[in-house]
């Protein structure tokens, strides 16, 4: 059985040019970037080359651009440590309540520690209300964090009205950008974005590996102590090869992001387009347009998400339910909730995330899957036609 | 996340909806999301004679009913 993966906003694989860049590393020259000999020289240089290419890829400075473990230690960091160290200025701290989990849940610790934090709600399209943001910004407001694009249903958010408003009030703004690098042509300094975290797996580089961004005038508390490395903020030994890979797969996703954004845009549409012919009772959610290129998130009535994954992935065809990381969770998407759909419809949801490799061949082929699936579970369904989108 | 069991039971399900002549109906539904199941059973003189289900929820979920009803075929109200 031929498998197709549509789930590229879980994971992605490894590209062949990424891997190239990274096999030296792991072979010949394993030195560690911190020794002074020709080993640790040479091995710096690598991280050197990698944190130029993040620094050209998002618009900063090179000094700008630490290597961290992940987007969800780059999140910690970025939502602990600014507000550990701007706290003198205040404790009020806002974000929205579809943010990834590692930035809820460092929010929910910064509670305890004495800080305020206001979660905005999303509107029925999924776009944080700017309305809202306004309304609770006050002197006491730090620092915001809003996601540049969700990780279930693909919006993507009015990241230029929220970092004017920040700016305009002196507020750090940070963003959550791991589903968005190579979606969205980023220009930190241009975008008055101060904080952004990025992961390397999402943009078929490795996993194990993330960036956060921090503009030079702000002031962060460090994240791990031990060690000189990432100007002495975040120490341990580099992860070397892993961050060749950050770098080489951020300068490919930024070189090609036209190109595969136009391409990914017109099989996205395509396949919602037949699904919607094909499929009745089925509901886009989220925004048709303002979303990532390759994100599309559908409830089917009278059908749960998770068995349709399951009897997909016995087709030999990968999606995904919800976010990777809470899936396995009987409780249902917090990310649709918020956004006012119908308990059903929620937990009747899957996330295609298509890659560029994608045909439409394959999107035919699923489409007729998913029909099929779709009409054995409506058999099964112990919800009735007339229940569907019920909201009680 | 799956086991081959609950695939293969998925892939072959059997007791699934409406009995024709149940007598009886029992119905359950989960607080904290939509999961729903019913069953529909046909019972003469205290003995299940034949059980179906309805089922909204995730695959262990309707894999388990369609299980449950064969082993409750047989059986007396009492078991």
Redesign the interface.
């Known amino acids: 059985m031929n498998k197709i993966y549509l789930d590229n906003a879980s994971t992605t694989p490894l590209s062949a040019e990424v891997l190239s860049e990274m096999m030296p590393v792991l072979t010949t020259d394993f030195g560690n970037p911190n020794s002074l000999h020709s080993f640790g020289r040479k091995a710096k240089s690598y991280i050197d080359t990698a944190r130029e290419r993040v620094a050209r890829a998002l618009g900063c400075k090179e000094s700008e651009v630490y290597f961290t473990s992940g987007a969800t230690e780059s999140n910690n960091w970025a939502i602990i440590g600014l507000a550990n160290a701007n706290k003198h200025k205040g404790n009020h701290i806002i974000t929205s309540k579809i943010e990834h989990p590692s930035v809820l849940e460092a929010c929910k610790k910064l509670e305890k520690d004495g800080f305020e934090v206001t979660y905005l709600d999303v509107d029925e399209m999924g776009f944080v209300r700017i309305d809202q943001l306004l309304h609770y910004v006050n002197s006491k407001t730090i620092l915001i964090s809003i996601m540049s694009a969700n990780n279930e249903m693909g919006v993507i958010q009015n990241l230029q009205a929220i970092s004017n408003i920040a700016s305009e009030k002196g507020i750090i703004f940070h963003t959550d950008a791991t589903q968005a690098v190579g979606a969205i042509s980023f220009n930190v300094r241009d975008m008055g974005i101060k904080a952004l975290s990025m992961s390397g797996h999402k943009i078929n580089g490795p996993k194990g590996v993330g960036v956060l961004y921090l503009s030079e005038d702000v002031v962060i508390s460090p994240f791990m102590n031990g060690g000189e490395q990432e100007f002495g903020l975040r120490a341990g030994t580099s992860n070397v090869s892993g961050i060749v890979g950050l770098g080489k797969a951020i300068e490919i996703a930024t070189r090609d992001i036209m190109v595969n954004n136009k391409k990914l845009r017109n099989m996205r549409d395509y396949m919602i387009k037949q699904i919607m012919q094909n499929v009745e009772l089925a509901f886009l959610n989220g925004h048709p347009i303002q979303r990532l290129p390759n994100n599309i998130n559908i409830s089917f009535g009278m059908v749960d998400g998770e068995s349709l994954m399951c009897l997909l992935d016995m087709e030999g065809i990968a999606v995904g339910t919800g976010s990777a990381c809470s899936s396995g969770s009987v409780e249902p998407s917090y990310v649709l909730t918020s956004m006012g759909i119908a308990p059903d419809l929620v937990q009747g949801a899957i996330r295609i995330s298509l890659s560029k490799d994608i045909t439409k061949e394959q999107i035919d082929f699923v489409v007729s899957k998913i029909a099929e699936c779709v009409a054995k579970l409506r058999k099964v369904s112990a919800i009735g036609k007339s229940q569907v989108g019920v909201k009680e | 996340?799956?086991n081959k069991k609950?695939?293969e039971i998925?892939?072959s399900?059997k007791n699934?909806?409406l009995l024709r002549g149940a007598n009886a109906i029992g119905?359950a539904e989960?607080k904290?999301?939509?999961?729903?199941?019913?069953f529909y059973f046909l019972v003469e003189e205290g003995n299940i004679l034949n059980v179906s289900?309805?089922?909204?929820?995730?695959?262990y979920?309707?894999a388990m009913c369609s299980v449950v009803c064969d082993v409750l075929k047989g059986m007396s109200i009492e078991d």
């Open positions: 996340m799956y609950i695939m998925l892939q399900l699934v909806g119905k989960s904290q999301s939509r999961d729903t199941i019913k289900f309805k089922a909204f929820g995730g695959a979920l309707i």
